[in-house]
Structures are given as structure tokens and as C-alpha cells.
């Protein structure tokens, strides 16, 4: 598996939360009182929230492949194996939902692959060891990105929540010297 990278900022355009330092500056540069800067903190939250959610059912859909991909691969060794010995094998294949067959394959140099989308297309078995791999590489890359991005809009979230306990603890000062005034 590769490792996960580390990104300063998004390939999907999620925007970075800076942390703010300064809530009284930031406050006068952004025109927003304190409980408008709560609720636009808590709704960039939510969107990050969302996103976050999103990529990780994407990544656990993708990483659910993975393996069909091994097992695949490892057929295909086999039957390159007996190809090149020229050996025949039987095997026992899926018919259709719980009806399987036995058969004895005497020259095996065909494979068909679903494709998806109830598509099935025949290759011959280095092409298709070869398309395999592809797509086994390609959906490794997807999961490994999808990791690194979701490494981000944690940071972001984290980011986001020391900012909105930074505006609460603003406005509890405020209210705490405007009760001392009194």
C-alpha cells in the first residue's frame, strides 16, 4: 500500500481554515458581530462535515474493490500457469445467484470480464491481466488521494472547532466585562 501524503491544501477545492489568532481584528475585518461569526463557523463546520462524510464512504466503496481485484489477478495467474503448460483444469463457475457448474477448461487463452453496467467482454487473458492491473492501480491511487484529502478536511474541522470555541469564548468575555460595567 502506499504511503499517505501529506497536502497544504486541496486538489477538490476545499477551502482552508486558518486558525484565528486575533478573534477582535478578525471580527472587525470580517463586519460580522460575534453570533454571525458563530453561525457562519458552524455552517463552514457542517459543509466540511459533509465532505468529510462523502469521502469516506467513497474511499470504503473503492477500498471494497481492492480485494476483487487480488483475487481476480491471482485467477488469471493460474490460468496463464495452465496455458503455458498446456494443461487443462476444472473449475466451478457462477451460472447466476446460487447455480454453479462445474466444467473442464481444455485450452484456457479467453477470459471474460464484467465491465459493469451489465457489461461483459472477452480479452485474452494477457490483455486482461494487463486491464486488471490498470484498474488495480487506478483505484489504489483514488483510495490513497481519498485518504490524504480526508487527512486535510480533518485538520480543516479541527481548525474550524478551535475557531468557533475561540468567537464563544470571545463573546463570554464580552458579556462578562459588560456585566462588570454594570
Given at each position: 500500500?502506499?504511503?499517505?501524503?501529506?497536502?497544504?491544501?486541496?486538489?477538490?477545492?476545499?477551502?482552508?481554515?486558518?486558525?484565528?489568532?486575533?478573534?477582535?481584528?478578525?471580527?472587525?475585518?470580517?463586519?460580522?458581530?460575534?453570533?454571525?461569526?458563530?453561525?457562519?463557523?458552524?455552517?463552514?463546520?457542517?459543509?466540511?462535515?459533509?465532505?468529510?462524510?462523502?469521502?469516506?464512504?467513497?474511499?470504503?466503496?473503492?477500498?471494497?474493490?481492492?480485494?476483487?481485484?487480488?483475487?481476480?489477478?491471482?485467477?488469471?495467474?493460474?490460468?496463464?500457469?495452465?496455458?503455458?503448460?498446456?494443461?487443462?483444469?476444472?473449475?466451478?463457475?457462477?451460472?447466476?445467484?446460487?447455480?454453479?457448474?462445474?466444467?473442464?477448461?481444455?485450452k484456457p487463452d479467453k477470459v471474460s470480464i464484467w465491465l459493469g453496467a451489465n457489461v461483459m467482454v472477452e480479452y485474452e487473458l494477457d490483455k486482461a491481466k494487463a486491464l486488471l492491473e490498470k484498474n488495480q492501480s487506478s483505484v489504489q491511487k483514488l483510495v490513497d488521494d481519498l485518504t490524504a484529502e480526508l487527512a486535510f478536511i480533518k485538520d480543516q474541522i479541527t481548525t474550524?472547532?478551535?475557531?468557533?470555541?475561540?468567537?464563544?469564548?470571545?463573546?463570554?468575555?464580552?458579556?462578562?466585562?459588560?456585566?462588570?460595567?454594570?
Amino acid at each position: 500500500m502506499a504511503e499517505v501524503k501529506e497536502i497544504d491544501g486541496s486538489n477538490r477545492g476545499i477551502p482552508t481554515s486558518e486558525v484565528i489568532e486575533d478573534v477582535a481584528g478578525w471580527l472587525t475585518k470580517e463586519k460580522l458581530s460575534p453570533e454571525e461569526a458563530e453561525l457562519v463557523l458552524r455552517e463552514k463546520y457542517r459543509k466540511y462535515k459533509y465532505v468529510e462524510n462523502n469521502m469516506t464512504l467513497s474511499r470504503e466503496r473503492m477500498s471494497e474493490k481492492l480485494p476483487e481485484f487480488k483475487n481476480s489477478l491471482a485467477i488469471l495467474e493460474v490460468m496463464l500457469e495452465k496455458r503455458d503448460k498446456e494443461e487443462p483444469f476444472e473449475t466451478t463457475f457462477l451460472l447466476s445467484d446460487d447455480v454453479y457448474s462445474r466444467a473442464i477448461v481444455n485450452k484456457p487463452d479467453k477470459v471474460s470480464i464484467w465491465l459493469g453496467a451489465n457489461v461483459m467482454v472477452e480479452y485474452e487473458l494477457d490483455k486482461a491481466k494487463a486491464l486488471l492491473e490498470k484498474n488495480q492501480s487506478s483505484v489504489q491511487k483514488l483510495v490513497d488521494d481519498l485518504t490524504a484529502e480526508l487527512a486535510f478536511i480533518k485538520d480543516q474541522i479541527t481548525t474550524t472547532e478551535v475557531n468557533m470555541a475561540h468567537i464563544i469564548n470571545y463573546r463570554v468575555m464580552l458579556n462578562k466585562t459588560k456585566g462588570d460595567a454594570k
